[in-house]
């Protein structure tokens, strides 16, 4: 059962540039959120896409935007880099049931993937 | 503003011995609350969790402690291997949102021989 992928995992780019970050769930969830996790910080949440929708989103600038595919995959776009987005941005996913505030037992939690490392020049 | 706290940026134990790991938050919102354990080039792997309406969950060596007065919680790892050396994040989130997680800066555990 493959768990939760991202590509790439690691990008260069230039201030300016726009960028597409990639998340495939892990198989059964349907809701993912996305985290950035700037050096010696915790993640921070962005925002979250569930039915192709963006659910809830985190205190990030309309630069980061996203998209969520039929099949549960999503995308993270950030336009007109800046320095200060070096970081590593994390994808999770969930099933639906957490969302909606469902049963919380700790046995249906968000599942990260690796991340993806952006540096900005 | 930094809503879920963790003052302590590491933390060395001897193997075997127990390695106790703090958090503090701010939101009363929040009701739920969850460990997690990252090893580098990783993604935050999920480890335990707590409901409020409890003030302690156990899971083999791992226990979580909750004390919703001093808005408190505490990971307590007994024996203390080390194999759990890695950054141990602790992370909250609200009623009626469950998976928008809030995270803490995080602990780096080191456990020696």
């Known amino acids: 059962d493959a768990g939760v992928t991202q590509s790439p995992t690691h990008l260069i780019k230039t201030r300016g540039q726009q960028v597409t970050l990639r998340c495939s769930p892990k198989?059964?969830?349907?809701?993912v959120s996305w985290y950035q996790q700037a050096l010696g910080q915790g993640p921070q949440f962005i925002f979250q896409y569930y039915e192709e929708e963006e659910r809830q989103r985190g205190n990030f600038p309309d630069r980061f935007s996203g998209h969520q595919f039929p099949n549960y995959s999503s995308e993270l776009n950030v336009n007109a880099l800046l320095l200060g987005d070096s970081a590593l941005y994390l994808c999770?996913?969930?099933?639906?049931?957490?969302?909606?505030?469902?049963?919380?037992?700790?046995?249906?939690?968000?599942?990260f993937g690796p991340g993806t490392r952006l540096l900005v020049l | 503003d930094q809503q879920v706290k963790q003052n302590s940026p590491s933390l060395s134990v001897q193997e075997g011995r127990i390695s106790i790991l703090n958090c503090d938050y701010t939101?009363?919102?929040?009701?739920?609350f969850l460990w997690y354990k990252k090893y580098p080039a990783e993604g935050p792997t999920f480890l335990i969790s707590?409901?409020?309406?409890?003030d302690k969950n156990e899971d083999g060596r791992f226990t979580v402690f909750l004390n919703k007065s001093a808005k408190h919680l505490s990971l307590h790892i007994v024996p203390s291997q080390p194999g759990d050396s890695a950054v141990y994040f602790c992370?909250?989130?609200?009623?009626?949102?469950?998976?928008?997680?809030?995270f803490g800066t995080g602990t780096r555990l080191q456990v020696t021989l």
């Open positions: 939101n009363s919102m929040f009701d739920y």
């Open positions: 198989s059964g969830h349907d809701t």
């Open positions: 707590i409901s409020s309406i409890k």
């Open positions: 999770a996913s969930s099933p639906y049931l957490l969302l909606a505030g469902g049963p919380r037992d700790g046995k249906e939690t968000q599942y």
């Open positions: 992370a909250a989130s609200p009623t009626g949102t469950a998976s928008k997680l809030t």
